[in-house]
């Protein structure tokens, strides 16, 4: 199996005019942190850490197991985990079948 490096992820956006930009994945993140931080308008957060990761993990998983078909052994080997901890997080996001 061929597998593909990728130095930079980034999110390609099209615009209105059908071009399209490309943005580093980091950078999407951050945007929407800084949006976090702006809507708190100077209240304070707890458990930020957890809130994002759960924001980021539960996308991330459905998108690599439809890109494996299903497949939770190809899908745990994608992400490098393994696959009892693959199951376990679908089960906490309830997306096991």
Do not use: W
Request: hydrophobic share 35%; aromatic share 6%.
């Amino acid at each position: 199996m061929t597998e593909a490096i990728i130095e930079n992820p980034a999110v390609v956006f099209a615009t209105e005019s059908a071009e399209q930009t490309t943005t580093p994945l980091r950078a999407s993140v951050e945007n929407a942190v800084e949006a976090y931080f702006q809507q708190l308008n100077g209240h304070s957060t707890n458990e930020l850490y957890k809130m994002v990761l759960q924001e980021v993990e539960e996308p991330l998983l459905r998108c690599v197991l439809k890109y494996t078909k299903g497949n939770q052994s190809k899908a745990s080997e994608m992400l490098g985990i393994n696959r009892g901890t693959l199951r376990k997080k679908l089960k906490l996001y309830d997306l096991h079948d």
